[in-house]
């Protein structure tokens, strides 16, 4: 694409009712598609080099992105690079602070300039990856991929116009877009799916261990009709023969909680491994399942237990 093409078409999508501001680059904000390369600097006498992702972009980037300067200033409108933009991640490359980092000499694929600017870190993939160092130089003639910041909700009407803007500009390209959420999105596709079918198969389990231990308590009550008629005609109340019931069941349920913990911790652990940012599970998601697997035994054993010691003593002695 020519670059007064581009430029030409910048200043028209931002002409479209709905359409707070547009930007060019190379790769986007998102995606793992970026360039990267090798960059050289003089920090307080020592030089530095490290590897480094490169976005080249229009100088409406920042504001189109709402990518928040922490230091210095943003790029000034050039068709030549005149200053570099990077993030943290770059200056501690560096071993310096943000506010360091301004004025710092770097040179980069044969572009030698001042860093004019520092943003705070964000994530251009997912959660798997540690953010990495990142430069920013103005280069509209390499850009591929244009973004439009959108302020309406009539979303369709607006695209409709930034379709027309597109095909009046470039007639022989096909227009193609997505949404910015919906590319985060992809980025989990496959946790979402993950979790979709550990709910769905915990349900089920849920489901099969009560119906299971409804059998189990049903089967103890019917082998216990004497006992329970016994201690009724002794004075035990309804009460204490459910908690007798339960009792049983609890320590079960403790035992198998015992064993089951540890090792969904150990597997938690090693899934949450594959992230560069991650959570401490903590005691309480441990806490918050054993309570409701016992709830879940307690209202199945006390709905047959309730049963079994309420029922008249004096028939089941004589059954027996």
């Keep these: 694409m020519e670059k007064i093409n581009l430029r030409d078409l910048m200043g028209r999508l931002d002409a479209v009712p709905g359409v ?6 190379n790769t986007g904000a998102t995606g793992s598609n970026q360039w990267s390369g090798d960059f050289d600097a003089v920090v307080n006498g020592r030089k530095v080099t490290s590897g480094t992702g490169v ?8 504001k ?5 300067l922490i230091a210095g200033k943003d790029l000034a409108s050039s068709d ?13 490359a560096m071993g310096v602070s943000a506010q360091d980092a301004v004025g710092v000499s770097v040179a980069l694929w044969g572009r030698n300039a001042m860093i004019s600017g520092v943003i705070g870190d964000y994530h251009s993939e997912s959660l798997h990856q540690a953010i990495a ?6 280069g509209i003639e390499v850009s591929f991929v244009g973004a439009v910041k959108l302020q309406t909700a009539d979303v369709k009407t607006v695209m409709q116009g930034v379709e027309k803007v597109w095909k009046q500009t470039f007639p022989n390209y096909v227009f193609e877009y997505t949404f910015l959420d919906d590319t985060i999105g992809q980025f989990y596709d496959a946790e979402r799916k993950t979790s979709s079918l550990i709910s769905i198969f915990s349900v089920v389990a ?8 409804l059998g189990l308590v049903s089967f103890m009550a019917a082998r216990r009709t004497k006992e329970i008629g016994i201690r009724k005609t ?15 069941f609890m320590y079960l349920i403790l035992i198998a909680f015992l064993i089951a913990a540890p090792a969904s911790y150990y597997f938690m652990n090693q899934w949450l491994a594959n992230f560069a940012y991650r959570i401490e599970p903590g005691v309480f998601p441990y806490l918050a399942g054993v309570i409701v697997i016992m709830t879940v035994v307690l209202v199945t054993v006390g709905i047959v237990s309730y049963r079994a010691a309420s029922a008249n003593p004096i028939k089941a002695l004589r059954d027996e």
């Design 20 to 25: 707070e501001s547009s930007a060019m680059s």
């Design 55 to 62: 976005k080249f972009i229009s100088p409406e980037f920042l």
């Design 64 to 68: 189109t992105y709402r990518l928040k």
């Design 80 to 92: 030549s690079v005149t200053g570099f933009i990077v993030n943290e991640a770059f200056a501690r």
């Design 133 to 138: 160092p990142l430069i920013m130089m103005t």
């Design 206 to 213: 849920i489901l099969i261990g009560s119906i299971g231990l």
């Design 234 to 248: 002794l004075g035990a109340s309804v009460g204490s023969i459910m908690t007798l019931f339960s009792k049983e």
